[in-house]
């Protein structure tokens, strides 16, 4: 099932900006925990950031004061905005949305970073 579908990921060149989406087909979108895990091929799944049905969010170090994680409850969506961009950013992005013991995962999307 497609309850998760992550978009906007695409090439950008170091230093660049990217922001991407994760549409959420429920009603219930709002009480749902929302996060961005990436992953590159040979690699341990890495969470990005995270952002609770509450507004706290959570942001790994490596993205910290780069990344920025929204959601918009009227629009069932979830977004990552990337700024300064680094090769090392270039992974597959998934969208993970988690209630209690329900857990849900997109099907990723691609953001490589290179001259």
């Known amino acids: 099932q497609g309850l998760l579908v992550e978009s906007g990921g695409g090439l950008v060149q170091p230093g660049g900006s990217l922001r991407l989406s994760c549409a959420v087909s429920?009603?219930?979108?709002?009480?749902?925990?929302m996060g961005w895990y990436r992953r590159a091929p040979g690699k341990q799944s890495e969470l990005v950031a995270t952002?609770?049905?509450?507004?706290?969010?959570y942001y790994a170090d490596s993205v910290k004061g780069r990344f920025t994680i929204s959601r918009d409850n009227d629009q069932n969506t979830v977004y990552l905005q990337m700024s300064s961009l680094t090769p090392e950013d270039t992974d597959a992005y998934y969208c993970?949305?988690?209630?209690?013991?329900?857990?849900?995962w997109g099907q990723g999307t691609q953001v490589t970073v290179s001259s």
């Open positions: 993970n949305a988690t209630y209690g013991d329900k857990w849900h």
């Open positions: 429920t009603p219930t979108f709002s009480i749902y925990d």
């Open positions: 952002i609770r049905s509450n507004g706290t969010t």
